[in-house]
């Protein structure tokens, strides 16, 4: 595939992964381009130092290059990568004894505060609802708030948060539905509409 580059939007993750396993540096360098800042906007998410966020995030591509040959290919990129840095990011709080007997990610504290932008607010009655939603959010468990981060703001289905979370798919959509449940309870308007539409746009 010559001069990827000039239909760079129109590149499926899929293509782009096939590329890479086969050796294209260029497929892999746009899938780079692609997922790096989104990546360490998660890792952000349980991590505070920034610079090791990034570090982690570079060994995964690393990685990625190293043993190209041996990735599976039918794989959810995105999901994929997320998970890495997971990962990765628990690998490193384990070295740092950050967590005492790390044996998996549940431990990782979820970091992301949800928070809807003043631009994206119409009037201050609903400005008001607003910052309400987003103190609800903030007061969930953080296994619930990281899933709701996953499946909105990153956009994944519930197949791929599961697959983020390392959870089955019937424990995160009910992860997933025990947040909506509690938010319903306490914030009577549509809530998931209102999620979906504003707190996920910034």
Same mark, same amino acid.
């Given at each position: 595939?010559?001069?990827?580059?000039?239909?760079?939007?129109?590149?499926?993750?899929?293509?782009?992964?096939?590329?890479?396993?086969?050796?294209?540096e260029e497929a892999f360098s746009l899938?780079?381009?692609?997922?790096?800042?989104?990546?360490?906007n998660y890792g952000k998410t349980l991590?505070?130092?920034?610079?090791?966020?990034?570090?982690?995030?570079?060994?995964?591509?690393?990685?990625?290059?190293?043993?190209?040959?041996?990735?599976?290919?039918?794989?959810?990129?995105?999901?994929?990568?997320?998970?890495?840095?997971?990962?990765?990011?628990?690998?490193?709080?384990?070295?740092?004894?950050?967590?005492?007997?790390?044996?998996?990610?549940?431990?990782?504290?979820?970091?992301?505060?949800?928070?809807?932008?003043?631009?994206?607010?119409?009037?201050?009655?609903?400005?008001?609802?607003?910052?309400?939603?987003?103190?609800?959010?903030?007061?969930?468990?953080?296994?619930?708030?990281?899933? /709701?981060? +996953? &499946?909105?703001?990153?956009?994944? *289905?519930?197949?791929?948060?599961?697959?983020? !979370?390392?959870? %089955? #798919?019937?424990?995160?959509?009910?992860?997933?539905?025990?947040?909506? /449940?509690? +938010? &319903?309870?306490?914030?009577?308007? *549509?809530?998931?509409?209102?999620?979906?539409? !504003?707190?996920? %746009? #910034?």
């Open positions: 595939m010559n001069n990827l580059r000039t239909n760079t939007e129109k590149l499926s993750d899929s293509i782009l992964w096939s590329q890479l396993r086969v050796g294209d899938l780079f381009e692609r997922y790096y800042s989104p990546l360490v991590m505070s130092e920034g610079d090791i966020v990034k570090d982690c995030v570079q060994d995964v591509f690393v990685d990625i290059w190293t043993y190209r040959s041996k990735l599976n290919e039918a794989i959810a990129v995105k999901a994929y990568l997320l998970s890495s840095v997971r990962k990765r990011i628990a690998r490193h709080h384990e070295r740092e004894h950050i967590f005492s007997k790390v044996k998996d990610v549940d431990s990782l504290e979820f970091l992301f505060d949800f928070s809807i932008e003043d631009r994206l607010i119409a009037d201050e009655i609903m400005a008001t609802k607003v910052g309400h939603l987003n103190r609800l959010i903030n007061d969930l468990p953080a296994r619930q708030k990281e899933a /709701l981060y +996953l &499946r909105y703001h990153q956009g994944l *289905p519930v197949e791929q948060v599961a697959e983020v !979370l390392n959870m %089955n #798919y019937q424990s995160t959509k009910n992860l997933l539905h025990r947040a909506i /449940l509690q +938010l &319903r309870k306490d914030f009577p308007i *549509p809530i998931l509409t209102l999620f979906m539409e !504003l707190s996920l %746009n #910034y």
